[in-house]
């Protein structure tokens, strides 16, 4: 079977007979929405799941890339969720006691 992942244009999920998911590929599409929804504060297990792919092979692309668009997701989503937090501490710090 083939699904759809969640709005990912021309990205699919392919499900062997088996059950399990088949090699699924990243395309940069993707890694702007993933980049867009880690710098709005969504953690990577939210954001696997909106991009159609289980948490573990999210992780795998952001801890160990292996090809050129996998890197550039793992640099990207590193600097969204240092902004982020970077962020967070700057309207911590700028709350009226």
């Known amino acids: 079977m083939i699904w759809p992942s969640f709005g990912a244009a021309f990205s699919f999920v392919t499900c062997t007979d088996d059950g399990t998911m088949a090699k699924y590929k990243l395309t940069y599409e993707l890694v702007e929405k993933a980049v867009?929804?880690?710098s709005n504060g969504l953690n990577?297990?939210?954001?696997?799941?909106a991009?159609?792919?289980?948490?573990?092979?999210f992780s795998k692309w952001i801890n160990h890339p292996e090809t050129k668009?996998?890197?550039e997701l793992s640099e990207?989503?590193?600097?969204?969720?240092?902004?982020?937090k970077e962020a967070l501490l700057e309207t911590i710090r700028g709350a009226p006691c």
């Open 44 to 49: 990577d297990c939210d954001i696997a799941a």
């Open 69 to 71: 668009v996998q890197r």
């Open 76 to 84: 990207r989503i590193k600097k969204a969720e240092s902004s982020y």
């Open 36 to 38: 867009g929804m880690k």
């Open 51 to 57: 991009i159609g792919v289980c948490k573990q092979t």
